[in-house]
């Protein structure tokens, strides 16, 4: 059992449409119960809360109005060295997916499914456990 001072960990999903947030909250929620859920529903949100609040891990949609979710990732990159992030598209294209993986970012197909979801949160899991001093 972790010690009650370890606070938990949260995850921010960013997404313009209020139905592919809900799906991914509700992802999120069936595979890490004790971990803390946040949204935004675009990149001003998304990095107004991230100044704001301890975020740990970043979920974002790639095609959002203004800031895509690629254009998120590189900010959130810069400021969190060691956040893990997801940018998550319809849009399967090498492009993406390159770019993606450029920014240490994975890279998750829409629709988003609980297995591929599962993959990514074991991995950020791991990557904080690593990184907590």
């Known amino acids: 059992m972790s010690q009650p001072s370890t606070a938990p960990v949260t995850v921010l999903v960013v997404d313009d449409s209020k139905l592919a947030r809900a799906v991914a909250l509700r992802l999120v929620r069936q595979l890490r119960p004790d971990w803390a859920l946040r949204e935004a529903s675009n990149a001003d949100e998304a990095l107004a809360m991230v100044a704001g609040e301890p975020i740990d891990v970043a979920l974002l949609d790639f095609n959002m109005p203004g800031k895509d979710g690629l254009a998120l990732a590189e900010e959130l990159r810069a400021g969190r060295p060691a956040m893990p992030i997801a ?6 294209q090498d492009e993406v997916i390159a770019r993606a993986r450029q920014l240490d ?3 998750l197909a829409k629709p988003l499914t609980g ?3 599962a993959g990514f949160l074991s991995g950020a899991s ?3 456990r690593r990184s907590a001093p």
Do not use: G, P, T, W
Not at 87 to 92: D, E, H, K
């Open 126 to 128: 791991l990557r904080l």
């Open 105 to 107: 970012a994975a890279f």
């Open 115 to 117: 297995e591929a979801l």
């Open 87 to 92: 940018v998550i598209s319809a849009n399967i």
